[in-house]
């Protein structure tokens, strides 16, 4: 890479590090707004209502990347234009595809950021924050308003309560046949997961036949399950704030029981496709600098630019929702918005002279 390319590149990262600063500021102080509300509750202070807020952060800078990218990206090339910098690259024979390729080697360093924020960073901070928000407000962390529901096989499970130390309680197995008849019950008090395997304590079974029900009752009892702590924990969480991994375990444990993970299936596509999009988003800046746009001032630009990340979110948004709702292929729905924005990118810089 020359230094010319370095210099470019050095330029598009750091004023798009500056715009998600202050993005994910404006996000954050939002949040600690809401947060102040529930201050008083139980041992909830200001400190962590900060402390919450701070670690909800990483989550709204993922939010908000694509559109701090092209911001990021109009600003960085519109200072080098304004300084005559571009001007005289282009006069030394730069052509516009090399400009790109330059922009995008940038791009590429803030994508590896993007992936580190929503794969490894925001999912583990904003899960503590929700725990630690929890146990200061009075609320037991473990508990799950109504419990979480699954599915293993011929069976259903309620957990009332999960616990991070890899234990459960109040445990409900509602056992049916394959004419979707019940045909027991298990009440289970304590769980606990240890080599593989769930340890059961505290059964009482009703068996339920066409001559009548019965009870017995079992101390203890092993149980084997694919239904894992980790996979429970994925069951309590919003699915939006699941990274890539835990979505890709989520569907395959929705489609081990043949339940319809079309939802997730478009959201696993869409955390792939959502850091390529930063790329076609960091070619959408070129027209604003060297094309029809390059007159307008840097509000102008900025505006348009808030508008076209806020439009391509938005669509985004509707055009997988509407995929589910009208069953069709979740592979499409999630890459369809971003091929679409690299298709109007491609033909924006292709326009350029």
Request: hydrophobic residues 50%; proline residues 4%.
């Amino acid at each position: 890479m020359s230094l010319l390319d370095r210099h470019l590149a050095r330029q598009v990262i750091l004023d798009t590090l500056l715009v998600l600063l202050v993005l994910t500021a404006v996000a954050s102080l939002v949040t600690f707004v809401g947060e102040i509300g529930s201050v008083g509750k139980g041992h909830y202070t200001v400190l962590d209502a900060g402390l919450y807020t701070l670690l909800y952060a990483p989550g709204q800078a993922y939010a908000v990347f694509p559109v701090a990218v092209l911001l990021g990206a109009m600003l960085g090339l519109g200072d080098l234009a304004a300084h005559n910098e571009l001007m005289v690259m282009r006069t030394a024979g730069l052509s516009v595809v090399r400009l790109g390729l330059s922009t995008i080697a940038g791009g590429l360093v803030l994508l590896v950021l993007c992936v580190m924020l929503g794969e490894f960073i925001a999912p583990p901070a904003q899960h503590y924050a929700d725990v630690h928000r929890a146990e200061l407000t009075g609320y037991d962390p473990d508990a799950l308003l109504g419990g979480v529901w699954a599915k293993d096989g011929p069976l259903f499970v309620n957990v009332k309560q999960v616990s991070a130390r890899n234990a459960a309680r109040g445990i409900y197995i509602y056992r049916v046949n394959a004419g979707h008849r019940l045909r027991s019950v298990t009440q289970v008090q304590t769980a606990v997961f240890s080599r593989g395997q769930w340890r059961l304590e505290g059964l009482r079974e009703t068996q339920l036949a066409p001559q009548g029900a019965s009870v017995r009752s079992v101390p203890s009892a092993e149980w084997h399950t694919f239904l894992s702590p980790a996979l429970l924990g994925l069951l309590t969480v919003n699915t939006d704030s699941l990274s890539a991994r835990g979505l890709y375990v989520y569907v395959r444990y929705l489609q081990a029981n043949g339940l319809n993970a079309d939802r997730f299936i478009a959201a696993l596509w869409g955390r792939v496709a959502e850091p390529l999009s930063l790329l076609a988003m960091i070619l959408l800046a070129l027209p604003f600098v060297f094309g029809p746009l390059r007159s307008t001032s840097t509000g102008q630009r900025l505006v348009t630019g808030m508008l076209i990340g806020i439009g391509f979110y938005v669509f985004n948004s509707i055009f997988v929702e509407s995929g589910v709702v009208f069953g069709l292929n979740p592979v499409f729905t999630a890459w369809f918005p971003t091929l679409l924005l690299a298709v109007i990118s491609g033909v924006a810089v292709s326009r350029i002279r």
